[in-house]
């Protein structure tokens, strides 16, 4: 089994930045592709961006892309979301998740891709 537990979550006034970490425990991630969602309240989970299993590509959904930048590091088992340029819109709790599907590359942006999840991190923006 794989446990995730985010961190780096606050409060920051648009336009600052934020660094979230996801740090794996009990199962190393290192060949998971993993991914970021966001979930604001009363609306549904949606997806953030994605790596692969060794950082070569990243994809980003495109409300993020520019400012959010996914890295990992595979000897730490842990994975990043750097928030920069952040905006009132990305309030949200910051969910962090691993796959382990052959196919993932096809539907990265659906939550019933990844297999396990953390339990989220409260990311609130101030304008």
């Known amino acids: 089994q794989v446990q995730l537990v985010e961190s780096g979550g606050g409060l920051v006034q648009a336009g600052g930045s934020l660094r979230l970490s996801c740090a794996a425990s009990?199962?190393?991630?290192?060949?998971?592709?993993m991914g970021w969602f966001r979930q604001a309240p009363g609306k549904e989970r949606e997806f953030v961006g994605a790596?692969?299993?060794?950082?070569?590509?990243?994809y980003y959904a495109d409300s993020v892309q520019g400012r959010f930048t996914i890295s990992r590091d595979n000897a730490k088992n842990t994975l990043y979301l750097q928030m920069n340029s952040l905006k009132p819109e990305d309030t949200a709790v910051y969910y962090c998740?691993?796959?382990?599907?052959?196919?993932?590359?096809?539907?990265?942006?659906?939550?019933?891709?990844?297999?396990?999840w953390g339990q989220g991190t409260q990311v609130t923006v101030s304008s």
């Open positions: 790596v692969t299993w060794n950082g070569g590509a990243t």
């Open positions: 009990g199962r190393t991630v290192s060949n998971y592709p």
């Open positions: 998740a691993a796959s382990h599907r052959t196919d993932f590359m096809s539907y990265i942006i659906y939550t019933g891709t990844y297999d396990y």
